[in-house]
């Protein structure tokens, strides 16, 4: 997910998705995960929440729900133009943008917490997304992300949907941890999450 319909990686992204954004709340993996992501995360005094690849904001529905009252700041940021159209009746308090997780067009510092559900595999070009992650974070903010955790042999597969998804890059909390630490984040806790043949790594990382 790099430029907005640029390159042939993210036209392949934005078509995908926009094909299955009607049915994307139909998985129950998505929906499950969302809200043990929500479980995880300390939400006490959190003020500002970006959800980055937020798809139909499944993400921000889920921490809505345990925030009924004095809801932060939610806004959701995705590449397909379709997700985004099926997200904003979904929850209309947030708000929700259409763009590049490479170049958000929003201020330094505008948020405590960063949230990224299944998506890190995605980016064309993570380092570039993880630089905007430490820009737009609060002194002391958290990032939160989900990834698959597949053993070695599993994350080899043919590139569905005319794109490579590199999960390997992110399946334990030790690549997660390296892959965020040049942007000063450490790892602060992790956990996991399974769903039938699916297991889900879920970490915290903090920014000083």
Do not use: K, N
Not at 26 to 37: I, P, Y
Not at 122 to 146: C, H, I, K, N, S
Not at 172 to 201: C, K, Y
């Amino acid at each position: 997910m790099t430029a907005l319909g640029g390159s042939d990686h993210a036209r392949a992204v934005v078509a995908h998705y926009d094909e299955r954004a009607a049915s994307y709340d139909d998985s129950a993996l998505h929906r499950g995960l969302t809200d043990e992501v929500a479980r995880f995360i300390d939400l006490d005094g959190v003020r500002s929440v970006l959800d980055v690849a937020t798809g139909t904001g499944l993400m921000l529905r889920a921490i809505a729900a345990r925030i009924p009252q004095d809801r932060p700041l939610l806004i959701g940021l995705d590449l397909s133009p379709a997700m985004v159209a099926v997200a904003r009746p979904r929850l209309p308090g947030a708000g929700f943008l259409v763009g590049d997780a490479t170049e958000v067009l929003l201020p330094d510092a505008s948020f405590d917490l960063i949230t990224c559900v299944t998506a890190l595999h995605l980016f064309e070009q993570p380092d570039a997304v993880l630089a905007e992650w430490a820009r737009l974070l609060t002194p002391g903010g958290r990032v939160v992300t989900a990834s698959f955790g597949a053993a070695p042999e599993q994350v080899v597969a043919p590139p569905a949907g005319g794109f490579v998804r590199r999960h390997e890059s992110f399946r334990t909390p030790e690549l997660v941890a390296d892959a965020l630490a040049s942007h000063g984040f450490r790892l602060a806790r992790d956990t996991t999450w399974e769903h039938a043949d699916d297991r889900l790594l879920i970490c915290e990382l903090v920014r000083p």
